[in-house]
């Protein structure tokens, strides 16, 4: 059995003393894995590096064995965030996410899609961080978990959409909040908008406080499986440049006030 395909690598692990298993995500087959021969060696080893877009060839002798993968790079991911922490942590997260909660060998386009889109914007959308919270946002939908912000579950409002019910994903008005507002998870701004309006630096955390909660509860604990590292490891860098541009802001502040 024969299969070519586009890929974006999730993940690459040591098989034996040369071989590679690859963890892709393809846009016609959804995740799929394969072993990739002499995979360790210098320049298939760059070639497969997490976050790469590559034209790949599967082959096997049944469609259920793991098989054999060969690929040609389209797009080098990787290798330009090398020296930028942030978005390389952010690339690292949105392919663990991707590998963990997507099922193997089932088709999911818009997943694809949408996952090769915030790679692409990377390179130079400074509100690349809101667009990673959008990304898992529509995850959560293309799985069935969508979240509905689309009215105030408790009174039909569209207006003054502040909160999340952490049970039934749906908004909640500022108003009807009030009385369980310790409850419920706070609804960022910038996800209402239909615009790509730059949203404030604790926006963005509670954006990835609201999609966390419901891919931990909703995807990841009915299959006994916990947020990846590389995600936290994406927070705890968005929680650090937060407070940096906080303390910038409050130094420029008093240096105003002095003067």
Sequence with gaps: MRWSDEGIVLS?????ERGLIVH?????????????????GPRKRMRFQTG????????????????????????GHAARFIDDRARLACLSAAAAVAEVTLPE???????????NTLLE?????????????????????ELGYGLDLSHCAATGARDNL????????????????APYRAKLLRL??????????????????AGLALTGYFLEHRVLAPHERKIPAARAR??????????????????SREANKQT
């Design 188 to 205: 960022p701004r910038f996800l209402l908008l239909a615009e790509n309006q730059p949203p404030a630096a604790d926006d963005i955390l």
């Design 52 to 75: 790469n877009r590559l034209a790949v060839s599967w082959s096997a002798r049944l469609s259920e064995h793991l098989g054999y993968l060969a690929g040609e790079l389209l797009r």
């Design 12 to 16: 690459a692990r040591r098989h034996g």
């Design 234 to 251: 994406f927070v705890d860098v968005v929680k650090r440049s937060t407070a940096d541009a906080q303390s910038r802001a409050s130094a």
């Design 162 to 177: 502040a909160y999340v019910s952490p049970r039934s994903g749906h908004a909640v008005s500022e108003a009807a909040a």
């Design 121 to 141: 914007a990377l390179d130079d959308d400074a509100d690349y961080a809101a667009l990673y919270v959008r990304w898992e946002l529509d995850l959560l939908a």
């Design 24 to 40: 892709l995500l393809t846009r016609e087959r959804g995740r799929h894995a394969g072993l990739v021969r002499g995979g360790q």
């Design 105 to 115: 060998r089932e088709p999911h386009p818009r997943a694809y899609a949408g996952l």
